[in-house]
């Protein structure tokens, strides 16, 4: 086990340096002028040559790389253009309102989706198995950007019942702040009692969580239902039935547990699904999260920030993929016993 | 992912009628898509207006006879914009996969084939572009790229081409064991001949299968990039621009936003079911749907 | 301590008839056999026994466990019978068992199901159980990848064990297993089924099923053909295809130039013939066979035979020669 984790780990340490490798190649490679988009608009003729210096854009490229992987190793992803702030600090500052949304979404797929997969393979063929099948494909076409903006025109514009857009209602947020212990404001006001608040915040993460989850909930219900159908028709759930047990509990702690293995890829790779969606997620509901900044900074051509943020958001998805994996070896007790 | 790598294509065309009735999927999804195709290619010489054209005069009026999906913010109708869109849509969709298979397939094929450290290299290398999450890489490639309906086209292309690497290179491996190829060899044929006359015929299955399942989602990764900007340019009248367009009216003019995503939801829920019905029709293996 | 009674038992699936008629009884603590090749429709018959069939199965005919019918039972009818009156083991012992859960966890599972006890009393249940299969305590942690097919097999018995059925129903038990694990499982069934459980052992295996069943049934193309003490028709049999399977057992130290075969092919579960079953690879068989079912006769007490020209005993044949 250990020895698995090592050459994983290690792996990881290639993989992140080989995406830094890319990244940076291909920002000295595809812009027409590398050094305008570093900084910024129209830069005189001596700015441009002070910063052909300063970044080493005269040295050789492995060298200019060398600085550039040093200096994020040391946690320096470069400074906004529009800001002047060190990147890292401002995705810091956005990442707990990016993690709570994924976060619920993920539950909220993981929770729903199972469930319902595995009833409709106990229910193969017959009618809740057909009609989450159509509603699956049809969830699966819908684009996450339109689905926002119908959940908006119905439950904001048409009835009123949640709020259009942003984390919480800043009135409230102005007439009795919270203290912020976590970045989650679900866990935040609970834990500073604030119900006023807690509700606020709780109707604005409604329909972006929805949004967010909706595709990534279609496919995990399809895969449950499909992988939990072949693990009904295993040998050893057919010994189960033989022997009495009952039958949610064969569905859910017997069979489950098989059919756990393939569905965790499938969870980690809807995951993936969703930090791609939370950007356009957070651009539909003016959430402040990364995603948010990423669409900010590609708009407003701030360079650096774009480099930085998708260097630090990989390497987070590379190293969530690493603790899938982890989790899938100890999982299964063939492999690791 | 995978599919069978021996099936080929039927070497008869079957009747058509009965054929179709047993793939519905393909019939429906097919159709769909043939029919929002012809409908988009067609536009420019439809009698339907010009959805360019700006009369504020017209603004925002509801759908009806005059207009039947309605005026947009700048009076421009919307039906035109849609259909019009259709076309965009569904040719970017078709250059993406396309592109996508011109780059992966080539490396794939000559990994599976060489192996060693040249399958090692190629591999490890298209790795790293799927280390990114989905979407972040277009975006950046756009960033870096500029803003464009070809630039977006290319950056998701590129973000896409190692799941075809993958498929070409386990073809490759499969058919370079096969007695045949050594024969080959043994008279003579290039390297290159190989692939081209034997493996890549053995490869163009499951590629196809591939293809058809990522058309739509194509489609939808388009529209998106066009919805925050980072696709297709004003007056294009691309339907993720449009709702792009729609945002600040939308919640009292329904119908600017409505119309443009429900024709990407046709689109890609078409594109879906077609893609869904050549897998079923061209993999035996594959049994997701047993009753 | 109950009886197993099967009567007229029919299974179809969509157009096929695997089940065509099958009739047999375990008297309460017997040991009874029930022999035929693959597509005999045994397999099919002991899962009807459990409520096993496939969904799209039709079942029609009886099953008796003592006074409780078994057959369209309903799930809670089911719940008291599964297991706890009623045990069954598979073929293979490999798959039977869930990988992910340690095989002490899976027995302590099953007896948790049926019996109201606190977990200190499940837990020797299951111990007791491995005991009496000659698995020790360590296997209780142990999950079935780390375990041999014979110690796999035995664990499975031990389920069976664990909840003190009436009857044990056994398919095959030993088929997946070498042979020197089979004659271990085989002795070790022979224990417990001394000590008054009742077992019905299903096997293609004529002299396995001899080791222990006190009698036979003997089943073809979905019908029980024959059935009689076990010694009487090792000796002789009345039906021409236990005759042939009897003389297709390669015997040890016998030299055969050529193995015994019977030609044909076994008849599909589509076809409905309107005489009797085996007849197209009878070499008794007369126009008779083809037209009209064969007659159920009892040449002798306890025996059974649907055949129009069973093989007579000699003794009998003599004496109808003479009488």
Known sequence: ?????????????????????????????????????????????????????????????????????????????????????????????????????????????????????????????????????????????????????????????????????????????????FASVTGFYLLDTLLAGDLAALRSAASHLLMPVITLAAASLAIIMRTARNVMAEVLQTDHVRTARAYGMRPGRLLFGFALRAAMLPLLTVIGLTYGFMLGGSVIVEYVFDWPGIGGYIVESVVTNDFPAVIGVTLLVSSVYLLINLVIDILYFAMDPRLSL | MSASLTTQLPAQAPRLGPWLRRHATIAWGGGLLLAMLLLGLAAPWLPVADPTHIDLALKLLPPGTAHWCGTDALGRDLFAQVLHGARISLLIGLGVVVVALAIGVPIGLVAGYAGGWVDGLLMRLSDLFLAFPPLLLPIMLVAMMGPGLENAMLAVAVSWFPWYARIARAAAMA???ENYIVSARAFGASHARILFRHVLPNSTTPIIVQASLDFGYAILTTASLGFIGLGATPPTPEWGLMISNSRSVFLEYWWTAAFPGLAIFLAVMGANLLGDGLRDWLDPKFEERTA | MSGLTIAGLQVAIGLAQPLRDCSLSVAPGEVVGLVGESGSGKSLTALACLGLLPAQARARGQIQLGDTALLGATESVWRGVRGRRLAMIFQNPMSALNPFFSIGRQLLEVVGAHFAEPRAALQLRVRKALERVQLDAGFADKYPHQMSGGQLQRAMIAMALACEPELLIADEPTTALDVTVQARIMRLLRELTGQGMGLLLISHDLALVAQVAARVYVMYAGRTVETGPMRELMGSASHPYTANLLKAQPRLGQ?????????????????????????????????????????????????????????????????????
Do not use: N
């Open chain 2, 175 to 177: 058919v370079k064991a």
């Open chain 3, 255 to 323: 030299f055969q130039r050529r193995l015994p075969v019977i030609e044909g092919q076994v008849l599909p579960a589509t076809s409905s013939p309107g005489g009797c079953v085996f007849q197209s690879r009878c070499w008794r068989a007369t126009e008779l066979c083809r037209l009209q079912p064969p007659p159920a006769l009892s040449l002798r007490p306890l025996s059974r035979v649907e055949c129009h020209h069973p093989i007579l005993p000699t003794l009998l044949a003599k004496e109808l020669e003479h009488g």
């Open chain 1, 1 to 177: 086990m250990l020895v698995y984790l090592a050459r994983r780990t290690a792996a990881l340490i290639a993989i992140v340096l080989g995406v830094m490798a890319l990244v940076f190649l291909l920002s000295r490679t595809l812009p027409s002028s590398p050094v305008e988009m570093m900084l910024g608009a129209k830069p005189t003729a001596q700015q441009i040559a002070q910063a052909r210096v300063e970044l080493g854009l005269d040295r050789p490229l492995v060298e200019q790389f060398a600085r550039f992987a040093l200096r994020a190793a040391q946690g320096d992803l470069g400074t906004s253009l529009r800001t002047g702030q060190p990147v890292v600090t401002e995705i810091l500052s956005r990442f707990a309102a990016t993690a709570e949304l994924v976060t619920l979404a993920l539950l909220l797929a993981v929770l729903v989706g199972v469930p319902m997969g595995v009833w409709a393979a106990a229910r193969r063929g017959r009618a809740f198995d057909q009609a989450s099948r159509a509603v699956s494909v049809s969830l699966v076409a819908v684009p996450v950007f339109f689905l926002g903006i119908l959940l908006q025109l119905v439950l904001y514009g048409q009835l009123q019942w949640l709020p259009l857009q942003g984390r919480i209602d800043s009135d409230l947020m102005l007439d009795h702040p």
